[in-house]
């Protein structure tokens, strides 16, 4: 079957069977930090975990590309859009539970509310992930981290879906955390809800790690601009930040995107900058860094519908 028949297809099937929201040439723009991205062909939030199940089993039946997003805080997505199905893994999976020095976290709970949660409760070591912008799920795949800490130090067990609605559940062994990489990265897998066990600590000493961090956020990353966070992945001797400020980056404009003049580690949209002219600078930075220095960045953004 001819491919836009598969998804007229699979749009008609789940406007009928899920109670989450269906949208046709949904806009992604609107769920990327980054503010840039076409429209994805069908765009899917489904309401809980049993709606999730209908639709990754459609979206199997139907053969369709599929695509997760959580806060979209980690994505650059290309101008034409994703032309599968883009699901959305979002509020609605945001709930907590705390059982003594156990939580178990929704996918869709925003690290910096968790972060606040847990300082109230006295639980310390998850200081680092309270200026991370995204959800719970894109942090565990991604194994986010910050300031010496990362997921793979506070997650106990994580549990999954596959797309026959199939729950897999996976101890911190289980994942493979790695920089920015966890065994869900390489896999078909949806990251439901993550069980973090920390320990008890004092209260005033958490929150103040957590204001004392966000400053030290605030003062040099530049939060005020649509980004997705640090544009390259730190190489094996030294940060990409320094090397493409010594390669005489800083603050070099292409089109609607910058190199941060704050961090050059960041790409920032500063002037409705398309995908295109994000992807183009990233091209001048690999290639005059790699010029400079030898060294090839790679890129710690996940690139959706289009290539570098
Ligand atoms: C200003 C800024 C600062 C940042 N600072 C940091 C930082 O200090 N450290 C850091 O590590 N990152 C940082 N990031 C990047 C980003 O916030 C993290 O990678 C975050 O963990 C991504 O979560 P998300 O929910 O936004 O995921 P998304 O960007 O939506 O997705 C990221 C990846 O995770 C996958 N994914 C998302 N949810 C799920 C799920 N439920 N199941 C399976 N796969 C899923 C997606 O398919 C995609 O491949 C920053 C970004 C910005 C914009």
Redesign the pocket.
Known sequence: MEYQSKINELYKDMTLCIRGVVLKDGPLKNH???KIGGPAAIFAEPEDTDDLKTVLKLIKKHSVDC?????????LVSDNGYKGAVVK?GEK?NYMSKNDNNVTVG?GVL?SVLAKVLAREGLAGFEFAS????????????????YGG?MKDVVKNVK?MDFNGKIYEFTNEDMEFIY?HSK??DSD????EAELELPYGNKDEIMNKIKELNEK?KTK???DMP????TFKRPANGYASKLIEDAGLKGLKYKGAMVSDKHSG?VVNWDNASCEDVLELMRIVISTVNDKSGIILEP???IVGTEL
Do not use: D, H, W
């Not at 695509?67 to 994505?75: A, D, E, P, Q, R």
């Not at 799920?137 to 910050?146: D, I, K, L, R």
């Not at 980004?227 to 640090?230: C, N, R």
């Open positions: 990327t930090y980054f695509f997760i997003i959580g806060n979209g805080t980690n994505l893994i999976f996918a690290l200026g991370i912008p995204g959800f719970l799920g894109g942090a565990v795949y991604m194994n986010a981290g910050a990362e999954c920015r869900i990265s897998l949806i990251v439901l956020r990353q530049p939060l980004s997705a966070g640090s960041f710690e953004i996940k």
